[in-house]
């Protein structure tokens, strides 16, 4: 997995859950990168997904990647104790 210093949210501009996602980060005042993949350049989309297909092994969004951990989909609970809050 990819191991990052930020935590890194993986999201699309139209995906409902990503925007919750992105929404609850803020207003937990996490500090992290933003990768919204549908407005990528294509080289930079190809490492991102790479990104996001290595640490789960799949291709799914919303995906946050933090320390050695990673959390799939808009799961509240999940986001709070990984950035403990």
């Known amino acids: 997995m ?8 993986y999201m699309l501009s139209t995906c409902v859950w990503c925007r919750k996602t992105k929404r609850l980060l803020d207003e937990l005042g ?3 990168e933003k990768y919204v993949m549908d ?3 294509v ?4 490492v991102r997904t790479a990104e996001v297909r290595e640490a789960t092994g799949r291709t799914a969004f919303p995906t946050i990647l933090y320390g050695g ?3 799939v989909g808009y799961n509240v609970s999940e986001i709070k104790k ?3 809050k």
């Open 2 to 9: 990819t191991d990052v210093q930020k935590p890194r949210l």
């Open 30 to 32: 996490v500090d992290y």
């Open 39 to 41: 407005q990528l350049p």
């Open 43 to 46: 080289e930079e989309k190809k």
């Open 69 to 71: 951990g990673v959390i």
């Open 82 to 84: 990984a950035f403990g």
